[in-house]
Nanobody
Framework: QVQLVESGGGLVQPGGSLRLSCAAS????????MGWYRQAPGKQCELVAT???????NYADTVKGRFTISRDNAKNTVNLQMNSLKTEDTAVYYC?????????????WGQGTQVTVSS
């Protein structure tokens, strides 16, 4: 089993910055994709950004140019640098990772960290 723990959330004013971190631990075989998702109150969970082992990234249009995802394969961590935050970014942010276990792709999720952007 893999455990994911997020950190770095908090309250920030519009235009501010936060850096989220996610650390994976447990029985790690080979985690390939990692990413961040978020869920605002009453809304569906949406993809924020993903990053492959090789470093290729994918961002939601709403965060392009403001957020940067990165990972450290040696440490099994993934980070999300969030700049120029908007009130619309307020949500619970979840770290996601996946790996093949017994021939099946298993997704793991962190407990979430709250990001609140408010003046």
């Amino acid at each position: 089993q893999v455990q994911l723990v997020e950190s770095g959330g908090g309250l920030v004013q519009p235009g501010g910055s936060l850096r989220l971190s996610c650390a994976a631990s447990g029985t790690i075989v080979s985690i390939t994709p990692m990413g961040w998702y978020r869920q605002a109150p009453g809304k569906q969970c949406e993809l924020v950004a993903t990053i492959a082992t090789g470093g290729s990234t994918n961002y939601a249009d709403t965060v392009k140019g403001r957020f940067t995802i990165s990972r450290d394969n040696a440490k099994n961590t993934v980070n999300l640098q969030m700049n120029s935050l908007k009130t619309e970014d307020t949500a619970v942010y979840y770290c996601n990772a996946a790996q093949f276990e017994r021939g099946r792709l298993r997704n793991y999720w962190g407990q979430g960290t709250q990001v609140t952007v408010s003046s």
